[in-house]
């Protein structure tokens, strides 16, 4: 097992210590982890800041590594919020900041507005998505020092029904095409479990299967755990449904390289 989207206490939504969370990796036979911390600069909702003290987590990670060894992997990682504008700088200066061997870039907000709480006030779930996904696509064509995009179809979270998808996905090829080209690699993060989101996972089926029939075979599976209980949520699932859609390999990272695992 190889669950690379775990947070600790360096991020501003978990309570959970760094080593409760790779205690409770090891009594579960996780061969290796990735603490992926938040970083959003310029995150719009001033009651969720998403700042790290980055000097403080990269000690930690760093002696976590070592003090683990030959008991757990731990990949040092860092989940950075990217945004348009001004912020793509700021993500290009934390992601260059330490020797990561992971960087996951995410989506937590889009046009300066949090997608959990101000994104979908004036728009309707088309006008949504329709946006959400187009912001996406400026944003990737700018900034690429990430290895992998975390929940990609995030979005999904706050609408209820999902609408079609059909509208939204010519930009959504463009999108993975890019990361195809460019050695960068999805998240099957399944926290979608976690949240309501019925049978549809992160990433959905459908971006899943063209993904892969684009190329696509970097692929990592996190669970997004903000506590212990939640470290390697149901990652056997998603081992099942990679397969169902023909992936043979998950990636692992180190020096921000990815090693490829049979599953």
Do not use: W
Request: net charge negative; with cysteine.
């Amino acid at each position: 097992m190889h669950d690379y989207h775990i947070h600790t206490n360096f991020s501003e939504d978990c309570a959970t210590p760094m080593a409760e969370m790779i205690d409770f990796a090891m009594k579960l036979g996780i061969e290796e982890i990735a603490v992926t911390d938040h970083y959003d600069p310029d995150y719009p909702d001033p009651d969720y800041p998403f700042a790290l003290d980055a000097a403080n987590y990269t000690r930690k990670l760093s002696a976590a590594a070592e003090s683990y060894r030959g008991r757990i992997k731990i990949a040092k990682g860092i989940e950075i919020g990217i945004q348009s504008g001004d912020t793509l700088a700021k993500c290009e200066e934390a992601a260059n900041g330490f020797p990561y061997d992971f960087v996951l870039g995410s989506f937590h907000a889009a046009l300066g507005q949090a997608l959990d709480s101000q994104y979908f006030t004036n728009r309707s779930p088309k006008e949504g998505l329709y946006d959400f996904y187009v912001c996406m696509a400026g944003c990737l064509s700018e900034y690429r020092n990430f290895d992998v995009v975390g929940h990609f179809n995030v979005v999904d979270r706050y609408v209820d029904p999902v609408p079609d998808y059909s509208p939204y996905m010519e930009i959504i090829e463009s999108i993975l095409k890019s990361l195809v080209e460019n050695g960068k690699g999805l998240e099957f993060n399944t926290s979608s479990g976690r949240y309501g989101m019925g049978q549809r996972t992160m990433p959905s089926a459908e971006i899943l299967k063209l993904y892969k029939s684009l190329g696509g075979e970097v692929i990592t599976i996190g669970s997004d755990a903000h506590r212990a209980a939640d470290v390697g949520y149901k990652y056997h699932d998603a081992v099942e449904t990679l397969k169902s859609f023909g992936f043979r390999y998950i990636s692992t990272f180190e020096g921000r390289k990815p090693n490829f695992v049979r599953i």
